[in-house]
């Protein structure tokens, strides 16, 4: 019998890394020089903002996502903190809205203008107060609106409700005690029922993040952790650390027992932290390391061997920090699956990194993008704190949010549906955009069309709202 190599077969073998060229960078940004081991970066379809160097006090910058080229050393930051800003993250659904934390001890949520920042920003639109030590680590809830957790030096992780009235909040809504060191990471399972995290004691633990209840806690000697990341709906956690040999190290958990991992990977000897993201919908893993030029990429498997190396975008900039971009905010035509934001400190710049799949067609490639979470809530803070859990339930084409595609359709013959009843379908989708519902069908998210492109046989209900919009 002839022997046959196996080849696993893969649409994302081939993923390259594309730079962007040095006028579509971030020029002259000055960078912060903290040592804190956070992403420094964060970025949204409109904005992209980043922690900077200042004198007397903290700061970060927001720049329009189109800003690019050499930024003014004088524009306006936003400003309102009194120690080094140590991390910030955009408001999962409102573009306008961003946190901050500080070594000043506090939290601050901020509204940045719909034009952009044309002069200081230095009064919150929520300010929160409860950390008696620098605040090191903030993250939003994936799936409540307005639900923000805060850990600092202090071991504390708090929640807060930002639909509180008081623009000053002084209590938060639970603070969970149970950390014997200071908190590296943390993150949030699909739904938002469960947060993980990573402790400096080398720990992986995961709460119930509404009782602050401990479910589980790994101490697995062969393996520190200094990074947890949820991966996906696989029900699996990833780490990134150390080995008892101090090589730099990667493992895999399943999130129903922590005992021991499913898989440990030892990558090299260098010592700056790696920092792991995943593509829930592409299960891509991606593992940048701080100070390397280079980050691994790798697709994720429910069954053994589970990971899967594809290969390794390489440069000889070092990166200190990075943001990614939503998968609303990809360019789909030219196949973008995962955009980072590397810190380039020795240049003082910003440098998007687009992750493609090569292609010959320049048409919309619906294999590479599957229905992806949406940008609206799946429920309040309220009915999150009164119990609720809820997964997002708003499924949307990544087509349909595209900016870029939104644009070209407005230009080609296009109707906006601004209502469909409820007893439609989920989603109708077309050659030339989708008819979005939520799962409940309570709500509708209305997107542009093409006449010539709807199928009257396949859907006559919505051909005849089609045709009562346009009489």
Request: net charge neutral; charged share 20%.
């Amino acid at each position: 019998m002839t022997w046959r190599p196996q080849y696993r077969s893969s649409k994302f073998r081939h993923v390259f890394g594309k730079p962007a060229t040095k006028e579509n960078c971030y020029d002259g940004v000055p960078i912060t020089r903290s040592v804190h081991d956070n992403h420094l970066c964060a970025a949204n379809p409109r904005f992209i903002a980043v922690i900077t160097e200042c004198a007397g006090g903290g700061a970060f910058l927001v720049l329009s996502i189109s800003h690019t080229g050499k930024v003014d050393p004088h524009h306006p930051r936003v400003s309102g903190h009194r120690g080094n800003v140590l991390d910030v993250k955009w408001n999962p659904f409102n573009d306008f809205c961003i946190a901050s934390c500080s070594e000043d001890a506090t939290v601050k949520v901020w509204e940045i203008p719909k034009h952009g920042v044309l002069k200081n920003i230095t009064v919150p639109w929520k300010e929160l107060q409860g950390h008696s030590r620098r605040v090191g680590l903030i993250e939003w809830h994936p799936t409540a609106n307005n639900v923000l957790f805060s850990t600092g030096y202090d071991y504390q992780v708090m929640v807060w409700n930002l639909d509180a009235p008081e623009q000053v909040i002084k209590n938060p809504v639970r603070s969970i005690s149970v950390h014997p060191d200071m908190v590296l990471s943390m993150s949030f399972n699909m739904d938002g029922s469960r947060l993980a995290t990573s402790c400096k004691d080398k720990k992986i633990r995961i709460f119930d993040p509404r009782t602050g209840a401990l479910l589980q806690e790994a101490n697995c000697k062969s393996h520190k952790a200094s990074k947890v990341l949820y991966l996906g709906n696989l029900k699996m956690l990833l780490s990134t650390g150390n080995s008892r040999w101090n090589h730099r190290q990667i493992a895999l958990w399943d999130q129903e027992d922590l005992s021991q991992p499913l898989l440990q990977e030892d990558l090299d000897g260098s010592s700056g932290v790696l920092f792991p993201f995943y593509d829930p919908d592409t299960h891509m893993l991606y593992v940048a390391g701080k100070g390397d030029g280079n980050i691994r990429y790798y697709e994720i498997s429910s069954e053994k061997p589970y990971i899967h190396f594809l290969t390794e975008y390489r440069s000889h900039l070092p990166q200190k920090g990075m943001g990614i971009m939503p998968k609303r905010g990809l360019d789909v035509y030219s196949c973008e699956v995962f955009r980072f934001y590397r810190l380039v400190t020795i240049k003082s710049l910003i440098e998007p990194l687009s992750m493609i799949v090569p292609r010959r067609s320049e048409s919309y490639q619906e294999d590479i993008y599957p229905m992806t979470a949406g940008c609206e809530p799946a429920m309040s803070a309220a009915e999150w704190m009164s119990g609720m859990d809820k997964g997002h339930d708003c499924i949307l084409s990544t087509r349909a949010q595209s900016p870029a595609i939104v644009a070209h359709e407005q230009q080609h013959n296009e109707v906006h549906l601004d209502a469909v009843p409820r007893t439609c379908h989920q989603y109708a989708q077309t050659g030339h955009g989708s008819f979005i519902f939520s799962s409940d069908l309570q709500q509708v998210h209305p997107v542009w069309i093409s006449r010539d492109a709807l199928s009257l046989r396949s859907y006559p209900l919505l051909s005849f709202v089609l045709y009562s919009l346009e009489g």
